[in-house]
């Protein structure tokens, strides 16, 4: 499959700045899995919604109205999460569509993918040991070519 080039948006505002450089689809990130304006204004684009539920503690799914298509993110809202705090053999991957892995290293969204994940979201850097909040729980180039390595080995064991 190849990459779809998506953003998270924080505010409906900026929606229109990513629709003028051709989002295909959009990421809601945990924060603002509530937040009823922007999700309302990323339904009236009609693109394909992938909702983390990080902070979401509501029964079920959150409903998106008008949302042409959503898929759901299972997610643990801790930068970085501990493998412990992730509680992946809980996670039933026939609902939810994958993972938005904040862990360090590759091991939780290789059992993601092991279990059943479609989709594993993690945020990317140039260099993990970089000053901010995002780094460490992020995977370089390295580790992306390892993870796509991984994925295409999985398929074909599963076969």
Known sequence: MAPLFMASVFDAERV????????RRYKVASRSVRDEPLLARLAQTGKPLLVSLGMWNGDGFPAIPG????????CVSEYPTPLDHLHL????FSRYAGLSDHSVGLTAS?????MGARIVEKHFTLDTS???PDH??????GELERLVQFRNELR????
């Not at 949302?67 to 299972?74: D, Q």
């Not at 053999?89 to 039933?92: G, L, S, T, V």
């Open 16 to 23: 229109d700045w990513l629709e003028a450089v051709g989002v």
């Open 67 to 74: 949302a042409a298509a959503v898929e759901y993110l299972y």
């Open 89 to 92: 053999a809980q996670c039933d």
């Open 110 to 114: 290789m059992a993601a993918l092991a």
């Open 130 to 132: 970089m000053y901010g």
């Open 136 to 141: 460490e729980g992020s995977m370089a180039p």
């Open 156 to 159: 074909i064991c599963l076969k």
